[in-house]
């Protein structure tokens, strides 16, 4: 790749820029090494900007002398070499300050090579690095270290680094301003999507249309009788195949006694509703008892029967293709089995906006089971109120109540179908209803094209970024100069002074700083 340089460039392996450090763990057993520390103590989770000045953790000076890890000088390069976040990013940041680091993380101190160009570099070729250093067959995604310090970097003459670091800096803060804008424009576009839900759920939206018709309409009353009798029948319907099933014929009507009423919701605390709107829970509009989905080892591929995958519910809908197959009887399989019109909650998730969405069910391609991250519900098909269900379940006035009750263990948020029956639900007339969720559609759909445009733009914003980098480092991004000290004489100094360093004796107690 030399001959592709431009004139006066040079090509070094990484290993070959500076003294590379390794990081380590100070004992959590020892205080001392953790309290009123004032060393910053660098782990992946602080390698989310490309300049560390500070660490959420610190260490003491003691720790540092007495563990595995090393103090890293200011203005060296830092790269996360172990974590999950490898499967798609090689983070790589630079210290403005000394830090240390834990065991996850190596760290090159370059010399000669301005260490912000060597990131921007790395940062350049961070996929083909994902794909050429990876190690294979380890539990958690990892670097090999030695593959890492010999790909190659390009090297511009030391005059021209600093033209291409601020080139590269001017051109990403503009980049920086246009998705900032974007930002607050999706902040925007969620605030308005809120309103939107909250004149729905709270009759603002159809008020007028509600005036205009107010002859007309079913009460909420009326309506939420007429739902309760639809559920008993429901149950006495299933109630009456079960026994069948078995042979039973029922002599009298004592079978019936069986049937519970679902609990009303406590509306204290809950906001004044339309005249003939009403409150209502999940339970009191479905036609059987909710059901928790199945946990059981599958793989990716048949035999088995089809299961949805933990990704495959999204706000549009699911994705029937994201899916695994599982061993479970066919007796499972037809009770488990997903059918149009099911309403399925996720009761598990590891961020709290999104414990407790829902999905309406359209029609699976073939017969395919749920997870148990999710709890599946039968509404009503009549009176039909599983459009309105699935227009409100997103506002805030059910987030709220959702997020109230979700508990957290070992950072996993859940609900549980006891917290999911106690959420309160506006019921307006059926009429009304169907108003209401047009309009609500039409608001939505307008929203969604504003999103796709905005996420396009994002990607080009992404694209853009690339294309900065790729031009930076193949010479086209800066004019070159030809008076410049070519590169290869820099890489000499650097290998002389490294030279030297190896060469004079050492004293006293010496730390492992290689990688």
């Not at 902040?187 to 999507?193: A, D, H």
């Not at 109120?385 to 996993?412: C, F, H, N, Y």
């Not at 209401?436 to 990607?459: F, I, N, P, Q, W």
């Not at 100069?481 to 890489?491: N, Y």
């Amino acid at each position: 790749m030399t001959d592709e340089l431009p004139p006066g460039w040079a090509m070094a392996p990484l290993g070959a820029l500076g003294n590379w450090f390794g990081g380590g763990t100070p004992s959590k057993a020892v205080s001392a090494y953790w309290e009123n520390g004032t060393v910053h103590w660098v782990s992946p989770k602080d390698m989310k900007r490309p300049l560390i000045d500070y660490a959420q953790d610190q260490i003491s000076e003691r720790a540092v002398q007495e563990s595995a890890t090393n103090l890293v000088p200011a203005n060296s390069v830092l790269m996360v070499t172990r974590s999950g976040i490898l499967e798609h990013s090689f983070p790589v940041a630079v210290n403005t300050v000394p830090v240390t680091m834990n065991q996850d993380l190596k760290a090159v101190a370059v010399r000669g090579v301005d260490p912000v160009y060597t990131r921007y570099f790395l940062q350049s070729h961070a996929q083909n690095i994902l794909r050429t250093c990876k190690k294979d067959g380890t539990t958690v995604s990892s670097i090999d270290t030695d593959r890492l310090a010999a790909y190659g970097v390009n090297i511009a003459p030391a005059a021209e680094q600093k033209r291409i670091v601020s080139k590269i800096d001017e051109l990403f803060s503009r980049i920086d301003e246009g998705e900032r804008a974007l930002e607050r424009v999706s902040l925007l576009v969620e605030r308005y999507r809120q309103s939107v839900l909250k004149a729905a759920v709270t009759g603002e939206l159809t008020r007028a249309w509600r005036e205009k018709n107010k002859d007309s309409l079913e009460s909420g009353k009326a309506l939420l009788a007429r739902i309760l009798t639809a559920r008993r029948t429901a149950w006495e319907q299933a109630e009456l195949e079960k026994m069948k099933a078995k042979g039973i014929t029922p002599t009298n009507d004592k079978w019936k006694q069986k049937y519970t009423e679902p609990t009303p919701p406590n509306t204290t605390a809950l906001p004044r509703l339309p005249d003939g709107w009403a409150w209502v829970t999940l339970p009191m509009l479905c036609s059987e008892n909710s059901t928790n989905g199945i946990s059981v080892q599958g793989s990716s591929s048949p035999p088995g029967t089809p299961a949805l995958r933990l990704d495959a519910m999204l706000d549009s809908g699911f994705n029937y293709s994201a899916r695994r197959y599982i061993p479970i009887t066919e007796d499972q399989a037809q009770r488990l089995a997903i059918c149009e019109g099911d309403f399925f909650v996720s009761r598990a998730n590891g961020s709290l906006h999104l414990v407790g969405r829902a999905v309406l069910a359209s029609s699976p391609p073939e017969q395919i089971v749920f997870p148990d991250t999710m709890i599946r519900y039968r509404p009503l098909a009549h009176p039909d109120v599983r459009p309105w269900l699935a227009a409100v379940w997103p506002s805030r006035l059910v987030r709220d109540q959702l997020e109230r009750r979700a508990k957290t263990t070992a950072g996993i948020y859940k609900v549980s179908q006891g917290d999911l029956s106690e959420i309160a639900l506006p019921l307006p007339p059926l009429s009304e209803q169907a108003v209401a969720v047009s309009g609500t559609a039409e608001l939505m759909s307008r929203m969604a094209k504003l999103e796709g445009d905005l996420h396009y733009t994002s990607r080009k914003s992404s694209a853009l970024r690339q294309a900065t980098l790729k031009s930076a480092f193949t010479g086209r991004l800066v004019p070159q100069d030809l008076t410049d000290e070519p590169a290869s004489a820099l890489l000499e100094r650097i290998t002389a002074e490294r030279g030297k360093e190896n060469a004079a004796p050492k004293r006293g107690r010496e730390k492992k700083t290689t990688a």
